[in-house]
């Protein structure tokens, strides 16, 4: 059974440039979250959609952030322009209604020059 | 103040030896409670629940102070496996998603 997808793992990028992070979360799973972890700041939640709808959005950083879920098996985290302090590692999870176990992606590693 | 807090640590320890971590968190809506491991360049994965009334898992031992907004880890006769970050984790009532402390790094040595 596939656990939450992310892609890519490693993307590295020039300040300025767009980037797209992607996840698909588990199958049958209708909460999904975005979370940011660097060494400063540990595990911060950016974002979390519930049946498709963003929920709760308060901690994007940002405007230069922005997330979509289009669809139930699919959702991006996009950075527009990237700077250097986006570097971190980005976790997508997913957990269901009835479910207090949230399931992470293997994470994208960002490195913005 | 951080919603939730742990020391960071490292916790050096020796093969065998028993090892707590504690974690205190503010939010008083606060309403489940969840220990995640996570290994170096890896993705947390959950550990254990904590339940009011404590609860055991093999060599670990969970208890929650809901009147203190404290919670612990016990860990008995460390394994070497056993070395990983160790993140305190809450979820408060009403919102789905979890809030994670900055963890505590256990290096268990040989």
């Known amino acids: 059974d596939a656990g939450v997808i992310q892609s890519p793992r490693h993307e590295v990028t020039e300040m300025g440039q767009e980037v797209t992070l992607r996840c698909k979360p588990i199958?049958?799973?209708?909460?999904l979250f975005w979370y940011r972890q660097t060494m400063m700041r540990g595990l911060e939640l950016l974002i979390y959609f519930n049946n498709n709808v963003p929920i709760d959005d308060s901690g994007m950083p940002e405007d230069r952030f922005s997330a979509k879920m289009p669809n139930a098996s699919f959702s991006t985290l996009k950075i527009q322009p990237s700077e250097p302090r986006d570097s971190a590692v980005y976790f997508c999870?997913?957990?269901?209604?009835?479910?207090?176990?949230?399931?992470f992606g293997q994470g994208t590693r960002l490195t913005v020059v | 103040r951080k919603e939730v807090e742990q020391d960071p640590g490292p916790f050096n320890v020796p093969e065998g030896a028993t090892v707590a971590f504690n974690c205190t968190y503010s939010?008083?809506?606060?309403?489940?409670f969840f220990w995640y491991r996570q290994d170096c360049r890896k993705e947390p994965k959950l550990l254990m629940s904590v339940y009011s009334s404590g609860n055991e898992d093999g060599r670990f031992t969970a208890q929650l102070n809901r009147a203190s907004q404290y919670i612990s880890l016990l860990i008995r006769d460390s394994k070497l496996s056993d070395s990983a970050t160790y993140l305190c984790v809450v979820r408060v009532t009403g919102r789905r998603a979890l809030t994670f402390g900055s963890g505590t790094r256990l290096q268990v040595q040989p």
């Open positions: 999870a997913s957990t269901t209604d009835r479910n207090t176990e949230a399931f």
């Open positions: 939010n008083s809506a606060s309403q489940s």
């Open positions: 199958s049958g799973h209708n909460s």
